[in-house]
């Protein structure tokens, strides 16, 4: 499934959450239409290749998702944890993960002290 098609099932799932959560819905219920998104993003991410970047963007989704179906999680915390999820997934790619620095290399110092 591309990211595309993830981002749409993803917002018609923000849609049914948050008409659940007006019309008074259990949270149970807004939780259940919302992981049929989750459970696409796990596919997709057992799925996808190596590509860092998409990748990174799908595991950054798959996190808020989990956070979902949290048991105690209230409704407005769940509407705003599955927009943000959806918007991990719409970040351009050079802005979906930060550069990594390469680990500092520790070197000793010629002279002084060193040589004793």
């Given amino acids: 499934m591309a990211l595309s098609q993830l981002k749409q099932l993803g917002e018609q799932a ?3 959450v948050a008409a659940s959560i007006v019309d008074g819905g259990a949270v ?3 939780q259940l239409i919302a992981s049929r998104f989750y459970e696409a993003v796990r596919d997709e991410l057992e799925q996808s290749s190596t590509d860092d970047t998409k990748r990174a963007a799908l595991i950054a989704a798959s996190d808020r998702c989990e956070r979902i179906a949290a048991a105690n999680i209230n409704p407005n915390a ?3 944890d599955l927009t943000k999820a959806i918007a991990v997934l719409q970040a351009d790619k050079d802005t979906s993960t930060p550069p990594t620095k390469a680990r500092p290399v520790l070197r ?3 002279g002084g002290l060193s040589n004793i």
């Fill in 28 to 30: 149970l219920k807004a």
């Fill in 108 to 110: 000793v110092i010629e």
């Fill in 14 to 16: 923000i849609v049914a």
């Fill in 78 to 80: 769940l509407l705003g």
